[in-house]
């Protein structure tokens, strides 16, 4: 039987608590270690017979597990995969994976020199409806774009979660807390992920504003434009501070019809036909389980993530322009709440035109920053 650990058994790491905790009682794993640096939180408790630790290293020397869940803060992924890796396990990486090109491609080449594997927690990509939503694609005639938009509200407590909420970087490392690439990063990686389906090759040019509607140091609300090889451009527009909720939703406007995918809700509309639930989606630990005893392909190996670290460091690269701090004049303030008056239509006007608010005369808006992206 597979042995898993978890590294960073607090916060999110709870529900994969849970999960495992599930295949456990299924009989498919054993849950043999937990590891978090605070006192672990007693919801799920913790079965009787799992240890826990407070350094992953010792839970690594100690226990020997097969497969790895990190669910640590993004900017320590890389050291603790590394060590893991080195220990001989198997891992399923929390989103985003690391964040720099140069930690993806040590972090490959550690994979391939073990000859260990690496499943990245998007899990949106294991869903059926996402497997539809892809094969639909090539049908629809010339594709203009890909778009992905999310109106999410967050309040001054989910500042407030951890010591690197809304920072940029902590003890010199970058910190990837920003809208674009941590909390509305499946709606990212969707997007990108339906760009390389059509075979549009690499990402080559990012064009993006950046906003921010309280004093923190990455962005709540983000417009972004990537150029791809083939000419294809993927749309991002996404605000975390939104008026009405819009879950997520990717895309596809082609010549001879459209598609569209909220991704979370794994509901979906092909051309002719209105947005269904489309049920079914294959877990990722399950998947990488099964990749382990009979080689099934993964689902999300850490090389079908590549374009979506190249994005993440033009976005997060210290040259990179801070977000810009919309005044009073533009947000409304509401206890712990801040919200942008008319943000949803401009979302909804930007995966429309693929034009950025600055293009599209919204009197607050600054200067879009370009960026070439490197080849990888």
């Known amino acids: 039987m597979t042995d898993v650990a978890l590294i960073g058994a607090n916060g999110h790491g709870r529900w994969h608590r849970r999960h495992i905790g599930e295949l456990a009682a299924a009989g498919r794993v054993r849950l043999g270690a937990l ?16 240890r826990t630790f407070t ?78 939503f892809r094969d639909a694609l090539p049908g629809l005639g010339t594709i203009d774009g890909i778009t992905a938009t999310a109106s999410w509200q967050r309040d001054d407590l989910y500042y407030a979660r951890a010591p690197w909420a809304g920072k940029r970087v902590v003890g010199g490392r970058a910190v990837v807390d920003g809208a674009l690439v941590n909390p509305l990063a499946h709606a990212v990686m969707q997007a990108l992920a339906g760009a390389r389906a059509l075979g549009a090759g690499q990402p080559r040019q990012l064009v993006a504003e950046r906003y921010r509607v309280r004093p923190i140091e990455v962005e709540d ?66 998947n990488l389980l099964d990749h382990r005893e009979h080689g099934t392909p993964l689902l999300v190996p850490l090389e079908d993530t590549a374009d979506f670290t190249v994005v993440l460091e033009a976005l997060t690269a210290p040259d990179a322009p801070g977000p810009h701090l919309l005044d009073d004049g533009v947000v409304v303030i509401e206890g712990p709440k801040r919200t942008i008056p008319g943000i949803n239509a401009l979302l909804r006007k930007a995966v429309e035109t693929l034009a950025l608010p600055s293009e599209s005369g919204v009197p607050w808006a600054v200067r879009p920053f370009t960026q070439r992206l490197p080849v990888t």
């Open 35 to 50: 590891s978090d640096i605070r006192p672990l939180e007693p919801d799920p408790p913790v079965p009787a017979g799992v």
């Open 221 to 286: 609300t983000a417009f972004a434009r990537i150029t791809f090889d083939s000419g294809l451009q993927v749309m991002i527009a996404v605000t975390l501070a939104g008026e009405e909720f819009v879950a997520g939703e990717i895309g596809a406007r082609g010549s001879t019809g459209s598609a569209l995918l909220e991704y979370p809700t794994d509901r979906l509309a092909l051309p002719g036909h209105e947005l269904i639930e489309v049920p079914g989606r294959t877990d990722l630990l399950t």
């Open 55 to 132: 350094d992953h290293r010792d839970l690594l020397a100690e226990t020997a597990p097969d497969v790895v869940v990190i669910c640590t803060p993004p900017h320590t992924h890389l050291p603790i995969a590394l060590d893991a890796i080195a220990a001989g396990c198997d891992l399923l990486l929390e989103k985003p994976p690391v964040a720099s090109v140069a930690a993806h491609r040590t972090l490959t080449a550690a994979l391939s020199s073990a000859g260990r594997s690496c499943q990245v927690g998007f899990q949106a990509l294991g869903s059926v409806a996402w497997q539809r």
